[in-house]
């Protein structure tokens, strides 16, 4: 697809992602790309103009000299324009000193626009209260520098008033020119750096949405797989043990339902990744395994051979994550007991629905001194993450010398029917 060519307003770097309009005319964007170019053009229109009136005025003192000094101002005044986009405020004080040095005769004929330039590049590129007060504190000064010239000097009192007027003309329109262009160019830079940001931003909640799903996806499959495959490989075994036609067939066919649940569920997480806006990805849950109960989970597990007792107080509730978690709560410490615990003689779930909270405990007498547990703790990290979103806490450790409890708690939302 084809992508328009984008350029910035008054030199700024280019954005792709923002999407930014093409400013209007072919002239604006050379000089919007030649900055220094059309600083010295200006240096040279300047300099043309005063050095003109410089050399041919008649307010000058007759002479060569005169005229020489008079060159050289002009020529310092002008060339000091090329930093004004860098240090307005001092190319405006080298421009404006000679309205206030020189007779007011002498230096209207050689100062020229340098300052008017020198105060729309203050407004322009400092801001436009600098500009004001620049232009009060010039104003001021230059008054006081014509009416001190008048009072010592044989200025006609017209010539004086003049002066003052000319000059405040002059500085007035460079400063309302420059505050207005400025003003412009600090919003559409307000605009582009606003939207720089937002666009930086998108790019980070959607790396954290991403990490977060990523994160989620793994903890459904680790707790699918984990526990679908410790059922698995116990029945296995079970069956490979037992010389019973009718257990061997029995275990046979727990493994095949296990394996059938835990595959039922993994597409079911698989389906929520379809991108497609299709009927059946619609149709599938967000959370897959509410069709599943605590007592299923307990139910396989003591068809794996798992001494396990489940006790329930209270009336199940809850929203729907938070069900969710109550089951992965149950499936985590039955697979630990399952997988690490060595030859458990009693595993009990306890579930308590009351006082506005869900306490999930699992307990099970497995641990033997000199047998650590070989679990990497994967499991009960993702339980954290899990518990935790839902403002809650786990702990998991000895009981006492023989035994193992997790404990999960965390409050119950209230789902109006």
Same mark, same amino acid.
């Given at each position: 697809?084809?992508?328009?060519?984008?350029?910035?307003?008054?030199?700024?770097?280019?954005?792709?992602?923002?999407?930014?309009?093409?400013?209007?005319?072919?002239?604006?964007?050379?000089?919007?790309?030649?900055?220094?170019?059309?600083?010295?053009?200006?240096?040279?229109?300047?300099?043309?103009?005063?050095?003109?009136?410089?050399?041919?005025?008649?307010?000058?003192?007759?002479?060569?000299?005169?005229?020489?000094?008079?060159?050289?101002?002009?020529?310092?005044?002008?060339?000091?324009?090329?930093?004004?986009?860098?240090?307005?405020?001092?190319?405006?004080?080298?421009?404006?000193?000679?309205?206030?040095?020189?007779?007011?005769?002498?230096?209207?004929?050689?100062?020229?626009?340098?300052?008017?330039?020198?105060?729309?590049?203050?407004?322009?590129?400092?801001?436009?209260?600098?500009?004001?007060?620049?232009?009060?504190?010039?104003?001021?000064?230059?008054?006081?520098?014509?009416?001190?010239?008048?009072?010592?000097?044989?200025?006609?009192?017209?010539?004086?008033?003049?002066?003052?007027?000319?000059?405040?003309?002059?500085?007035?329109?460079?400063?309302?020119?420059?505050?207005?262009?400025?003003?412009?160019?600090?919003?559409?830079?307000?605009?582009?750096?606003?939207?720089?940001?937002?666009?930086?931003?998108?790019?980070?909640?959607?790396?954290?949405?991403?990490?977060?799903?990523?994160?989620?996806?793994?903890?459904?499959?680790?707790?699918?797989?984990?526990?679908? =495959? $410790? *059922?698995?490989?116990?029945?296995? &075994? @079970?069956?490979?043990?037992?010389?019973?036609? !009718?257990?061997?067939?029995? /275990?046979?066919?727990?493994?095949?339902?296990?394996?059938?649940?835990?595959?039922?569920?993994?597409?079911?997480?698989?389906?929520?990744?379809?991108?497609?806006?299709?009927?059946?990805?619609?149709?599938?849950?967000?959370?897959?395994?509410?069709?599943?109960?605590?007592?299923?989970?307990?139910?396989?597990?003591?068809?794996?051979?798992?001494?396990?007792?489940?006790?329930?107080?209270?009336?199940?509730?809850?929203?729907?994550?938070?069900? =969710? $978690? *109550?089951?992965?709560?149950?499936? &985590? @410490?039955?697979?630990?007991?399952?997988?690490? !615990?060595?030859?458990?003689? /009693?595993?009990?779930?306890?579930?308590?629905?009351?006082?506005?909270?869900?306490?999930?405990?699992?307990?099970?007498?497995?641990?033997?001194?000199?047998?650590?547990?070989?679990?990497?703790?994967?499991?009960?990290?993702?339980?954290?993450?899990?518990?935790?979103?839902?403002?809650?806490?786990?702990?998991?450790?000895?009981?006492?010398?023989?035994?193992?409890?997790?404990?999960?708690?965390?409050?119950?939302?209230?789902?109006?029917?």
């Amino acid at each position: 697809m084809h992508t328009q060519e984008q350029v910035v307003p008054y030199g700024l770097p280019v954005e792709d992602d923002l999407r930014l309009p093409r400013p209007p005319g072919v002239v604006r964007r050379f000089w919007a790309r030649h900055p220094r170019l059309g600083d010295a053009l200006l240096v040279a229109l300047t300099l043309l103009l005063s050095i003109t009136s410089t050399l041919v005025g008649s307010d000058l003192p007759a002479g060569v000299a005169p005229r020489i000094a008079g060159a050289v101002v002009v020529v310092l005044t002008s060339v000091s324009l090329m930093w004004r986009r860098r240090r307005p405020l001092l190319v405006f004080i080298v421009t404006f000193s000679p309205l206030i040095i020189l007779s007011p005769a002498v230096s209207t004929s050689i100062v020229g626009i340098a300052p008017l330039i020198a105060l729309y590049s203050v407004a322009v590129h400092r801001s436009t209260r600098a500009a004001m007060w620049t232009l009060v504190a010039a104003i001021a000064s230059s008054t006081l520098a014509a009416l001190t010239w008048g009072l010592f000097s044989p200025i006609p009192p017209g010539e004086t008033i003049s002066v003052i007027v000319g000059t405040t003309f002059l500085l007035m329109l460079g400063a309302l020119i420059g505050s207005n262009v400025g003003g412009r160019k600090r919003y559409v830079e307000a605009l582009i750096e606003r939207s720089r940001q937002l666009t930086i931003e998108r790019d980070q909640h959607a790396q954290l949405a991403a990490a977060a799903e990523r994160s989620r996806i793994a903890r459904e499959m680790h707790d699918i797989v984990s526990h679908s =495959l $410790a *059922v698995v490989v116990t029945l296995a &075994e @079970g069956a490979h043990a037992t010389d019973d036609p !009718a257990q061997s067939k029995q /275990a046979s066919r727990a493994i095949a339902d296990t394996a059938r649940d835990a595959l039922m569920q993994m597409r079911a997480m698989l389906g929520v990744l379809r991108t497609e806006p299709d009927a059946e990805a619609s149709a599938v849950p967000r959370e897959p395994l509410l069709t599943l109960t605590p007592a299923d989970v307990v139910d396989t597990a003591r068809a794996a051979g798992l001494p396990v007792t489940l006790t329930v107080t209270g009336t199940p509730s809850g929203s729907d994550p938070q069900r =969710l $978690a *109550v089951l992965r709560i149950v499936q &985590e @410490g039955l697979t630990n007991a399952l997988r690490y !615990a060595h030859d458990p003689r /009693a595993v009990a779930v306890v579930i308590d629905y009351t006082g506005g909270r869900v306490r999930v405990q699992i307990d099970n007498d497995g641990i033997r001194d000199g047998e650590p547990s070989r679990g990497a703790g994967l499991g009960l990290r993702g339980l954290q993450e899990r518990v935790v979103a839902l403002s809650g806490t786990v702990h998991a450790g000895r009981r006492d010398e023989s035994s193992w409890r997790l404990i999960a708690e965390f409050p119950l939302e209230v789902i109006v029917e």
